[in-house]
């Protein structure tokens, strides 16, 4: 995994666009603008927010944002990469969903 947080967002965030970001995470639109483009990092509570809200764990949100270095952190943590095998149907169907119900609202 990378140290930039502008990459670890769009990989966590998938398609969505900054809007729908900045919509789930309860903050503005050029916040998550200024993040994608790597202008600004994220705060370390805001890294530890983003990384809860998709899913994944708060060490990795950290890293990501250049708080903390993997070597800094044990080897009982690994940081492992998001594939779609670790959700369940029901999971996928809901974003699916939502996506969908967003486009056409």
């Known amino acids: 995994m990378t140290n930039d947080w502008g990459t670890y967002l769009r990989s966590i965030t998938g398609d969505s666009t900054g809007a729908e970001i900045a919509r789930r995470l309860g903050v503005s639109d050029s916040k998550v603008s200024y993040w994608k483009r790597g202008e600004r990092p994220p705060t370390i509570a805001e890294a530890i927010q983003v990384s809860r809200v998709y899913g994944r764990p708060p060490l990795e949100g950290l890293i990501a944002a250049g708080y903390l270095d993997p070597d800094e952190v044990s080897d009982a943590v690994a940081v492992q990469p998001v594939t779609l095998r670790q959700f369940t149907d029901a999971q996928l169907a809901e974003e699916l ?7 056409t609202a």
């Open 97 to 103: 969903l939502r996506r969908t119900t967003k486009r």
